[in-house]
């Protein structure tokens, strides 16, 4: 049974753009994980200012393969880099463009579902 894992970001206005560019620059990096199922990148449209990370996967465990990789890494350092280049903050930790570039997030949490129910579009 596939596994999903949604990190919920608080994204100011101001950032958006920047968390967006971020994400825009690791395609295809989580996409050739073993495991890797889906990515989606949803922005807010009225009254939050959080952003859905959606990623499906086939297990917990590629899941935590992924998140241990040296391609999470380099993604996250990346993102960490373009910060920097752009003069965001400085070390507030990892992830999402965090490290010497600084956050283009405020926080996030991860929520973690099970896939019970999965339905696509009917073919004529």
């Known amino acids: 049974m596939s596994v999903v894992k949604i ?7 101001e950032m958006r753009e920047a968390l967006e560019s971020r994400f825009g620059g690791r395609a295809g ?8 199922e889906w990515f989606e990148l949803l922005r807010p449209v009225e009254g939050t200012d959080r ?13 935590q393969r992924w998140q241990q990789s040296e391609a999470f890494q380099a993604g996250h350092a990346r993102a960490a880099a373009e910060a ?4 965001q903050g400085q070390g507030h930790g990892q992830g999402h463009g965090h490290g010497q570039g600084g956050p283009a997030a405020t926080g996030s949490e ?10 696509g579009r009917k073919k004529d």
């Open 7 to 13: 990190n919920v970001l608080s994204v100011p206005a």
């Open 29 to 36: 990096m989580v996409e050739s994980s073993d495991g890797f």
């Open 51 to 63: 952003y859905l990370v959606y990623t499906r996967w086939r297990s917990e465990e590629d899941f």
């Open 84 to 87: 920097a280049a752009q003069g």
């Open 110 to 119: 991860l929520w973690t579902f099970e896939v019970v129910q999965s339905a």
